[in-house]
Nanobody
Framework: QVQLVESGGGLVQPGGSLRLSCVASGSSAIIYRMGWYRQAPGKQRELVATCTSGGSTNYADSVKGRFAISRDNGKNTVYLRMNSLKPEDTAVYYC?????????WGQGTQVTVSS
């Protein structure tokens, strides 16, 4: 049973920074893609950033230049460094992992950007 456990969310002021972490467990298979999605109240879940096992990254336009995704393949862990946070970044952030063409989701971690 694949499990994804996120950590690092919280309350931060506009302009501040946070780092999210997600650890995957329960599978010995290669995790092809890991990443982050987010869902704000009343909105659909949307891509934030993903990273393949080979290091290729993809970002939503709204976070380019502010967020950085990275992976530690040996630890099955993905990170999201979020800088220059804005109130519109407020959402529940979900970790995502793609293993053998199947997607898995974490339970989510709340990020709130407010003064």
């Amino acid at each position: 049973q694949v499990q994804l456990v996120e950590s690092g969310g919280g309350l931060v002021q506009p302009g501040g920074s946070l780092r999210l972490s997600c650890v995957a467990s329960g599978s010995s298979a290669i995790i092809y893609r890991m990443g982050w999605y987010r869902q704000a109240p009343g909105k659909q879940r949307e891509l934030v950033a993903t990273c393949t096992s080979g290091g290729s990254t993809n970002y939503a336009d709204s976070v380019k230049g502010r967020f950085a995704i990275s992976r530690d393949n040996g630890k099955n862990t993905v990170y999201l460094r979020m800088n220059s946070l804005k109130p519109e970044d407020t959402a529940v952030y979900y970790c995502y992992a793609e293993i053998r063409n199947f997607g898995y989701w974490g339970q989510g971690t709340q990020v709130t950007v407010s003064s």
